[in-house]
């Protein structure tokens, strides 16, 4: 059975949130909305902030997102009901996924997911009933090589077998440590991932181990036989123009690399307003009728 963590049968949504949470996001946000040009593009991290607060996108953490930048709440919304990562209801403190691709599919994959769902007694995207897990089927976990692969809040745990995996799915319930496969030491909860996730990092990015024996495996052996990719036709470099080669032979010649300043072409930091909604009136209208914006 699937219920939603936190909430009871006829529960309401809150809201808003108090004052003290308010001002600990809206310093969090501004901090996010920093990294961007123009404040709208600042929309995914938000989304994951408010996730790492409510264990879900919320109506309040909607409306949230919607005040602070200034958009409709049913552009947000749009924005949250289209990406996987952004939970609709509340998600449990874990969120187990098993690749059931094809690669993990043929290497054992369906039947670690069978396993599972009939042990929990959930399906897809549902929670235990003590909200510790949630149970996802996912497309791919971009871990081929170590196939089949289930993955803890993004955490890899491979070459799984459905007695490892529900042994995994043990220890997760009974609140005992575990440690991934590869990278951190251990496996945070689902809004402290989230957090992670909207650009807050937890001093963890170096632990443990990154790319595996066979991740590597074809660059070692490139290496060790002299393997090199072959040049496509017409790929011989484009003649530099002039004023390009002598600023190049200058900063070679000195030793210094080149630095790309804010407003070159290569930058965003001082790009103008991508269109006119971006900085016209009525967004700033629109921004401040947002700041009442609710959902129920």
């Known amino acids: 059975m699937s219920v939603e963590a936190g909430r009871t049968p006829g529960q309401t949504h809150r809201t ?18 920093a ?11 938000m989304l994951h902030l408010v996730q790492s607060e409510d264990g879900y996108v919320s109506p309040r953490g909607i409306a949230f ?22 939970k609709r209801h509340p998600n449990g403190e874990y969120t187990v996924g098993v690749c059931t691709n094809t690669l993990c599919a043929i290497m054992g994959g369906d039947a670690i997911w069978e396993h599972l ?19 996802e089927r996912i497309e791919c976990n971009a871990a081929c090589d170590y196939a089949p692969v289930v993955m803890v809040n993004w955490e890899f745990f491979d070459n799984q077998t459905p007695e490892s995996a529900d042994e995994l799915v043990g220890k997760l319930r009974a609140g005992e440590p575990v440690a991934p496969t590869r990278g951190a030491d251990s496996v945070c909860s689902f809004k402290q991932m989230s957090r992670v996730l909207a650009g807050f990092p937890d001093g963890r990015a170096d632990e443990g ?3 595996g024996g066979p991740t590597v495996r074809g660059t070692v052996l490139a290496r060790e036989n002299g393997w090199e990719a072959p040049a496509f036709p017409g790929d011989e470099p484009a003649e530099e123009p002039v004023e390009t080669k002598t600023a190049s032979s200058s900063a070679a010649a000195s030793g210094a690399t080149a630095t ?33 914006a609710k959902e129920s």
């Not at 997102?65 to 952004?86: D, H, M, N």
């Not at 769902?117 to 149970?135: F, K, M, R, V």
């Open 16 to 33: 808003a949130y108090d004052e003290q949470t308010h001002a600990r996001l809206a310093a969090d946000a501004a901090q996010i909305i």
């Open 35 to 45: 990294r961007y040009p123009q404040e709208r593009s600042a929309l995914l991290p």
């Open 65 to 86: 997102c919607a005040a602070t930048l200034g958009i409709s709440t049913a552009e947000v919304s749009a924005v949250a009901t289209f990406y996987t990562q952004y």
């Open 117 to 135: 769902s009939d042990e929990l007694g959930i399906g897809h995207d549902e929670t235990t009933d003590d909200g510790a897990i949630t149970l």
């Open 209 to 211: 181990v990154g790319a």
């Open 260 to 292: 790309p300043k804010a407003g070159d072409e290569q930058s965003s930091a001082e790009r103008p307003a991508a269109t006119a909604a971006d900085s016209s009136a009525a967004q700033q209208e629109n921004k401040q009728a947002s700041d009442e």
